[in-house]
């Protein structure tokens, strides 16, 4: 009776270790498999002509030159310039540097490649409205997108913004 009772408990215990080793490896085996998403990346691409609840369709980087003939939909006020200036001073400042004049002026500029002189005139004609306000969007070459931090709106203040670092 005693060798049965060792057993029967035995049997019990390795049936109980089994079905944990079995919970175990599907948790590990889940875990390894399942996508990885970083922080700030979208996990799905959104469907062809898909637009945001009270935003407007953005062309992607690559269609730039689309982008550069939209019209600023914002007219330029004092209004308008001083909202720019302080997402201006939140996202653009650290890279470009407080006053726009690119280089190594902002704090994260000095470890990474110079940018460039916003005050500069001959650029701000070289460039319309529409492809600033893209590439603030979308993002450029090296400039990440600010398409998820900031709304459509927000951005084409920060253009109007731009436009008066020019007129200095």
């Known amino acids: 009776m005693k060798y049965l009772f060792i057993l029967v408990l035995l049997l019990v215990v390795a049936s109980g270790g089994l079905m944990g080793m079995v919970i175990v490896l599907r948790f590990v085996n889940n875990m390894t498999q399942t996508a990885k998403v970083v922080p700030g990346e979208r996990v799905f691409r959104m469907p ?3 637009v945001p ?30 909202v720019g200036r302080q997402h201006f001073v939140t996202f653009c400042s650290p890279c470009h540097g407080p ?21 500069n005139a001959e650029l701000q004609k070289q460039r319309t409205d529409g492809y600033w306000h893209s590439y603030i969007v979308a993002g450029g070459a090296v400039m990440p997108s600010y398409g998820e931090a900031l709304s ?14 020019a007129a200095r």
């Not at 019209?71 to 308008?80: D, F, L, R, V």
């Not at 459509?152 to 670092?165: D, G």
């Open 48 to 50: 062809a002509g898909v």
């Open 53 to 82: 609840r009270g935003g407007a369709l953005i062309p992607p980087r690559e269609q730039r030159d689309v982008a550069a003939r939209q019209p600023n939909p914002i007219k330029p006020s004092t209004e308008s310039v001083a």
């Open 99 to 119: 006053e726009g004049k690119g280089g190594v002026t902002g704090p994260v500029a000095t470890k990474f490649i110079p940018t460039p002189d916003l005050t």
């Open 152 to 165: 459509t709106q927000e951005a084409w203040h920060i253009v109007n913004f731009l436009r008066t670092l």
